[in-house]
């Protein structure tokens, strides 16, 4: 079966500019989540979907969004770049089944604002 | 509310056993672990739910215990590709409860020597 598909793989921006980035979950899954990595900050939660509506949010401004389409494929935008966004950031595709939950990785967006 | 792992680093030879904590200050409703070699995307390997639960995922394994808001991960006979960052991340319900907010641990870095 096909992995989460994240896409690009790599983008440079420049300050003020926006930005979308795209996951395609593993068929079946719901449940798309997306978090940015950097090696300051380590691994942090932005925000997860289901069923096309936002079930979970972490702590990041107004400027970092999303949405699920209804084949579960999700969209992050991030508006007025700033460089301290420059970050790995991925989408998670999940099922959950209680303890059974799998979750799997897309391989990541790297963005570079300058 | 950053969950706090121990150790930060741990270096072991092939064949022995390591734990790694992960405790918060508040209240959890689930435990997560995941495991990344670096240059790659984090590997998802278990989901531990609120009630206090054990469970494991070949000769790894882990346990939550709900009232000391700990959980602790267990690697058995270690092998070589068990080497990588470990990260818990643990689920806080936020205020009225409905939702949840998932925090990562700064990770350990385990490394497995022949």
């Known amino acids: 079966k096909a992995g989460v598909t994240q896409t690009p793989r790599y983008l440079i921006k420049t300050r003020g500019q926006q930005v979308t980035l795209s996951c395609s979950p593993i068929s079946g899954h719901r449940s798309v989540s997306w978090y940015q990595q950097t090696p300051g900050q380590g691994l942090q939660f932005l925000f997860e979907y289901f069923s096309e509506t936002q079930r979970n949010k972490g702590n990041f401004p107004g400027r970092f969004s999303g949405r699920q389409f209804s084949n579960s494929r999700s969209e992050m935008n991030v508006s007025t770049l700033e460089l301290g966004d420059s970050a790995l950031y991925l989408c998670?595709?999940?099922?959950?089944?209680?303890?059974?939950?799998?979750?799997?990785f897309g391989q990541g967006t790297r963005l570079t604002v300058v | 509310q950053q969950p706090v792992q121990s150790p930060q680093a741990v270096i072991l030879r092939e064949g022995e056993d390591a734990v790694i904590n992960c405790s918060s200050s508040k209240a959890l409703y689930s435990v997560h672990w995941y495991r990344q070699k670096h240059g790659e995307a984090p590997v998802f390997l278990m989901i531990?739910?609120?009630?206090?639960e054990q469970k494991g995922h070949e000769k790894i394994s882990a346990s939550f215990n709900e009232k000391k808001q700990q959980s602790s991960l267990y690697l058995t006979a270690s092998q070589l590709s068990y080497s990588g960052t470990y990260f818990c991340g643990t689920e806080i319900p936020n205020s009225g409860g409905s939702n949840y907010k998932l925090t990562f641990g700064k990770g350990t870095l385990l490394t497995v020597n022949p």
């Open positions: 998670a595709s999940s099922l959950w089944v209680g303890t059974n939950t799998e979750a799997f």
């Open positions: 531990l739910l609120k009630g206090g």
